[in-house]
Structure formats: structure tokens, C-alpha cells
């Protein structure tokens, strides 16, 4: 119907000639008159045809579309994009230990299997979880929220996460450049190192050529070693201050100092125990100095970073003599370079020295053991060189050796010790 209304179109336009009888002797005007009348009639005529044509037109265009098959499509498929990512670290450890006669000579441990989770809620917030496996079991390592901009320059995190009392208490295990936490950490904090429950402010600002940071951070006080005698919870004030500065293209100095408040309440002196809260203070200095060739950054560069720690926590002698302080301190240093794009090479010294006290003998959980020692002029320390070589970003290799010593602190320990970490999964050995 459609091609026949256009052909009826086309006739009427370009088809239809007049033929008009030759006549005598004939006045023009009344023909030309007549002849503008047809002309006017036909383009009317043909007009309206047009507007026929295209009505049928369009009427059949319309009972065509309502002949289509209506297609209907879903999101559903891509709903997987909300998934978080979930990657998986492996911790391999083989140690030979010579010196220790309270611990085997060779050892191997699978030391944690880590389910890491990252997920980036909105445009605003992320969270990210990391849950260690072991052949103890598993456990909660960290799992936070962090908003970003709640202020200007400033983010807020949630959950439970490793605090940032210097540099390395941040890090997870397998992401370390040494086997291990420093000796001091783990004598202050434990061997899981200060990770608890709370809430982090985080905020920064520039002036001149020097970035400001500022932490603060208040968590339940369930540390159990700074604040075993927590009963109450009261909880733990964090706060931290850095400084970062870039001297050339190349190197750059960071700095930084923190302190942790917490409390303790329950105390054992003789046959009683009683309720008196007392405080305990942490505090720490950090400083890292990086030369990072611009445009080698990825074959050399050599970085300096030490840490110290001083405690200073008030407690009730287990003997009955009344209060007393603890001031136990320590820190590490380490020298650390990379010799080509796979390779790295570095050395660490680490020293800790307890509160040294006789009651300390005896006095079982009165007190704790790392802090307070009984003794004089003890101390504790521990020199080691490593190699790890990067087979990939997702697989590494370290052999390391380290020779542990000191006075009153137990024997001296020769170690060598294999470490193989493995990572499948997009985030690959994240250290926080």
C-alpha cells in the first residue's frame, strides 16, 4: 500500500502533461487565467495525495514497530563487579637455629595462609579485611573501613587494624623486609605487634616544600602486654605527628614521632587484689632516608630507616614495696639496597633492653616478663643480613642469617632461616 500511495505521488508530480487544441485567432487572457486555475487545482490536488501518502506511511510504520519482538535486558551479569577482590598470601619459613638448646634445630612452618578482601564501596569508602590461616587456626588480622574527605584533607577508618605507631607496625608479616617484627616491637607490643579495635582520624597538609601528617587513634586498650590489666578497657589514645621532604629528585627525609596513653587497673600484690588505674605510656621516633635514582627507581636505590622505643608504664610491685615505673626501651636499624630490579640485599641491627628488678623473679603473671626482668644491666641483641630476590611481583625468595646475644636474656642463637611468599590475586604483597 505504502509503494503504490508513493507512485500515485510520483505520477501526479512528473507524469500528467496538458494537451491543449491549437485554435484560431483567441484572446490569451481568458486560456493563461483558466490554465493558472488548473495548475492551481493539480498542485492542490497533489498535496493532498502527499499528506495521504505520508499518513499511510506512517500508519504502516507504526503496525510494523508493534510487530517487533520486544527485547528486554538485565544487569544481572554484571553484578559481579560488586564482588570485592579477594587475594591469597603464603608465608613459607625454614630455620635452622644453633645455640638454642630449648628449641629444635630444624624447623619448618607453614607460617600463615592470608585471605586478603578489598573493595571500594563508593566513590567515598573502602574496605579491606585480612583473615590469617595457620595450623592453629584462623583469626580476625584486620578488617576496616575508611571514609574518605569526612573533612578537608582528612580520612576516617574503622574496624580493627595494626595501629601506626611508626613505620613497620603497619606492615603484615609476609610483607616485611626482615623475617620478623624487631626484636624491641615484639618486646613492647607482643608478637602480633599493636593491632586493635577503634577508630583512626588521618589528615595532612603541605607548607612549603614539607608534608605535615598528623594520626590520631582511639581503640580499645587490649594489648597484652602494655595494658594486660586493662580489666575496665578503658581505651588507648594514639597520636602521631610526620614530616616528609623530598632534598633532590632523588632522595628523600621522613620523619616522625608518636605516642600511645593507655591504662591499667587490676593489680595482684601479695594474697590481694584491687582497682587502682594507672597509666602507661609508649613512645616512638622514626626516621627513613630513600635515594631512589629518577628513572632507575626500579633497579637501584638504597634506604636507611631506624625506629626507637621507650615505655614508661606505672605499676604496683608484685613484693608489696608500693608503685613503681617501668622504663624498658629499645630500637632497630637497617641498611637496605637494591642491587638490580629482582634483587635486594640488607643488614638490621636490633637492642632491647627490660626494667631490670629482683621482685621480677617469682613473681609470675605480676608482671610481664618482656618489660621487666629480674637482673642487672641486661640487654638483648640481635645483627642479621638478608637476600631476597623477586621471582616475580607475585613470588619472592629470602635466605637470611642472624646472630642473637645480649646478658641475662637467654643464650646465644646462631639462625639461618628460608622464607618463600607467594601471592595469587590482584593486590599481590600489600604490606598494609
Known amino acids: 500500500m505504502r509503494v503504490f500511495s508513493l507512485l500515485l505521488v510520483f505520477v501526479l508530480a512528473f507524469g500528467v502533461t496538458e494537451i491543449t487544441p491549437v485554435r484560431g485567432q483567441q484572446d490569451p487572457a481568458p ?6 486555475e488548473e495548475e492551481r487545482t493539480q ?16 500508519a504502516e510504520e507504526e503496525a510494523e514497530k508493534s510487530e517487533e519482538e520486544t527485547t528486554f535486558k538485565s544487569g544481572e551479569l554484571a553484578l559481579q563487579a560488586l564482588n570485592p577482590e579477594i587475594s591469597v598470601t603464603g608465608d613459607l619459613l625454614g630455620n635452622y637455629q644453633s645455640g638454642n638448646d ?6 619448618t612452618v607453614f607460617r600463615s595462609l592470608g585471605l586478603h578482601f578489598e573493595a571500594y564501596l563508593d566513590p567515598y569508602s573502602r574496605f579491606k579485611a585480612a583473615v590469617p590461616f595457620s595450623a592453629h587456626g584462623a583469626e580476625l588480622g584486620e578488617a576496616y573501613f575508611t571514609r574518605y574527605g569526612i573533612l578537608p584533607n582528612t580520612n576516617i577508618t574503622l574496624g580493627k587494624f595494626h595501629q601506626q605507631f611508626g613505620v613497620v607496625n603497619r606492615w603484615h608479616k609476609h610483607a616485611l623486609d626482615w623475617f620478623d617484627f624487631p626484636l624491641a616491637l615484639r618486646a613492647v607490643f607482643g608478637a602480633g ?19 605535615h601528617g598528623v594520626v590520631l587513634e582511639v581503640t580499645d586498650g587490649d594489648n597484652d602486654v602494655i595494658f ?4 575496665r578497657n578503658r581505651p588507648s589514645i594514639l597520636g602521631r605527628y610526620t614530616a ?7 632522595t628523600y627525609l621522613d620523619i616522625g614521632v608518636t605516642g600511645l596513653l593507655g591504662w591499667n587497673d587490676a593489680w595482684t600484690v601479695g594474697d590481694s587484689s584491687f582497682s587502682d588505674p594507672r597509666v602507661a605510656l609508649v613512645y616512638g621516633a622514626d626516621v627513613v632516608l630513600m635515594w631512589e635514582p629518577t628513572g632507575r627507581m626500579r633497579y637501584r636505590n638504597i634506604q636507611w ?10 605499676i604496683y610491685a608484685p613484693d608489696g614495696s608500693g608503685l613503681d615505673r617501668l622504663k624498658p626501651w629499645g630500637l632497630y636499624t637497617l641498611l637496605q639496597a637494591k642491587v638490580s630490579r629482582a634483587v635486594e640485599v640488607g643488614i638490621r641491627y636490633d637492642y632491647f633492653t627490660p626494667e631490670a628488678r629482683a621482685y621480677a623473679a617469682g613473681a609470675g603473671d605480676a608482671v610481664v616478663p618482656p618489660l621487666v626482668a629480674a637482673g642487672s644491666d641486661m640487654y638483648r641483641w640481635l645483627a642479621g643480613s638478608w637476600v631476597t630476590w623477586w621471582q616475580s ?5 629470602r635466605v637470611g642469617y642472624s646472630y642473637e646475644s645480649g646478658r641475662d636474656l637467654g643464650p646465644d642463637i646462631h639462625s639461618v632461616t628460608f622464607q618463600t611468599v607467594f601471592a595469587a590475586g590482584p593486590h599481590k604483597h600489600e604490606r598494609y
Open 305 to 314: 630507616r631506624s625506629e626507637a622505643y621507650f615505655v614508661d608504664k606505672e
Open 102 to 107: 630449648d628449641a629444635v634445630e630444624w624447623d
Open 193 to 211: 605487634a599493636l593491632n586493635q579495635v577503634g577508630l583512626s582520624l588521618e589528615s595532612g597538609a603541605s607548607t612549603g616544600p614539607v608534608t
Open 393 to 397: 611481583p607475585f613470588v619472592k625468595f
Open 31 to 36: 486560456e493563461q487565467a483558466q490554465k493558472k
Open 228 to 231: 594486660g590489666g586493662n580489666a
Open 244 to 250: 616528609y621532604q623530598d632534598l633532590s629528585s632523588s
Open 43 to 58: 498542485e492542490e490536488d497533489l498535496e493532498a495525495l502527499r499528506k495521504a501518502a505520508a499518513a499511510e506511511a506512517e
